[in-house]
Structures are given as C-alpha cells and as structure tokens.
C-alpha cells in the first residue's frame, strides 16, 4: 500500500484510468483548482473485494469514481460519519458515487446535499486520488476526488435514506489518526474495505 504523489498527466497505467476520467474535465478541474493534489497508490485486494468492484464498476455502471469531503468547523476537527452496517466503532469521511454521465463538479454539490443536508458553493478540490486495486493479473483503477471546506452547523441531516447513516461526529487529529489505524487493522470481509477507504484519510493526515 504505497502512496505518493504524481503530476498530470504523467500517470502509471493511464490507460486504465482513461476508462473513468475524462481528460478535458481533469484538466479544466486541474486549472479551476490548481492546488489541488494528484495522488497514486496501488492496494493488493482478495477476490472477494475484486468481485464487487468489478461488478459496481463494470458489470452494473453505476459510477465512475467518488467525491470525498475533508470537512471542518471552526474549531478545526474534521466531520466523519458511521452506518448502521458498519462494524462496531467504525467511522470514517463523508464520500459519495459519481455517476457515469455526471460532471464531478455536479456530483460534489449533490452527494453533499444528500450526505448532510447542507448546501455549499465554496467547497474546493484538494486533492484527486487514482488508487488501482490489484487482484492476481487483474486490477481496477479507482478515483477519489477529494474536497475541502467549512462547515459551522451542528445540525447535519442526511436526504438519503437509503445511505443508513447512524451518526456524525466531529474528531480532532488524535481522534482522525486513530480513526485511520482501525479502518487498516479490520479483518475477515471488511479487511480491504478498510485499507482501501483508509487511503484518503491517510492523504489528509499528511497535511
């Protein structure tokens, strides 16, 4: 599970992630945010894990990536949630699918809404993660668009039910690195589940 960071458009297996990333939306991104960081890393998965990414991206076409949310109030502790399927002490950031025809941009402002009930037009894209899960001779590429901002209410309200989110806290940097250290030491079926999410948050604590 190595991490580092790359430059557009110098990308390791490029044609992979061609599949997911529309060229001239990366670019027009890349100059609306030039701050933003590009990350690559590869993660070793089981074939379990292989199977139900390669159905959600491939066999179903439900999405072709995410949007994450690196949230904090003024205090400056970072918004992370749990699900009422997650195991026991369980949480991690905000994220949500971008659809196959979706603009990211459009995909951010809506998984918001429908993730805390918030609407907000100053979120800013820090960071884009190409992550590629690697099962055997095969692998998926993966992408995470990363955005930051501030949020001052307490009052959080999920729009989609059918997320089953159970509960919002906000977490200081102890409490995120902790955080971080139980997503990548679950086992048994949430095991890569956990490695794989841990990867944003591990970009987040490098800042």
Same mark, same amino acid.
């Given at each position: 599970?190595?991490l580092?960071?790359? =430059?557009?458009?110098?990308? %390791?297996?490029?044609?992979? #992630?061609?599949? #997911? *990333?529309?060229?001239?939306?990366?670019?027009?991104?890349?100059?609306?945010?030039?701050?933003?960081?590009? +990350?690559y890393a590869e993660?070793? $998965?089981? !074939?379990?894990?292989?199977?139900? #990414?390669?159905?959600k991206?491939?066999?179903?076409?439900?999405? @072709?990536?995410?949007?994450?949310?690196?949230?904090?109030?003024?205090? /400056?502790? $970072?918004?992370?949630?749990? =699900?009422? #399927?997650?195991?026991?002490?369980?949480?991690?950031?905000?994220?949500?699918?971008?659809?196959?025809?979706?603009? *990211?941009?459009?995909?951010?402002?809506r998984?918001?809404?429908?993730?805390?009930?918030?609407? /907000?037009d100053?979120?800013?894209?820090? !960071?884009?993660?190409?992550? @590629?899960?690697i099962?055997? &001779?095969?692998? $998926? %590429?993966?992408?995470?668009?990363?955005?930051?901002?501030?949020? &001052?209410?307490?009052?959080? *309200? %999920?729009? &989609?039910?059918?997320?089953?989110?159970?509960?919002? =806290?906000? *977490?200081?940097? /102890?409490?995120?690195? !902790?955080?971080?250290?139980?997503?990548?030491?679950?086992?048994?079926?949430?095991?890569? +589940?956990?490695?794989?999410?841990?990867m944003?948050?591990? $970009?987040?604590? @490098? =800042?």
């Open positions: 599970m190595h580092r960071p790359i =430059k557009w458009p110098d990308v %390791p297996s490029a044609h992979e #992630f061609s599949v #997911f *990333v529309v060229q001239t939306e990366m670019q027009e991104l890349l100059t609306r945010f030039p701050d933003a960081e590009l +990350w993660l070793e $998965i089981g !074939h379990s894990f292989y199977d139900y #990414f390669a159905d991206l491939y066999h179903r076409g439900s999405r @072709r990536g995410e949007i994450a949310f690196a949230i904090r109030n003024p205090q /400056n502790k $970072i918004l992370v949630h749990t =699900k009422e #399927f997650y195991p026991q002490n369980v949480f991690r950031i905000p994220t949500g699918g971008i659809h196959l025809d979706e603009p *990211v941009q459009e995909a951010m402002h998984e918001l809404y429908e993730e805390t009930g918030v609407k /907000n100053h979120m800013i894209l820090a !960071h884009i993660l190409l992550l @590629r899960m099962y055997d &001779d095969k692998s $998926i %590429p993966f992408v995470s668009y990363v955005y930051a901002g501030q949020l &001052d209410q307490n009052e959080l *309200v %999920p729009q &989609d039910p059918s997320e089953q989110i159970e509960e919002f =806290k906000w *977490v200081d940097e /102890n409490e995120f690195t !902790h955080l971080i250290q139980t997503l990548e030491q679950l086992e048994f079926e949430w095991a890569d +589940w956990g490695k794989m999410r841990a944003v948050h591990r $970009i987040l604590q @490098r =800042k």
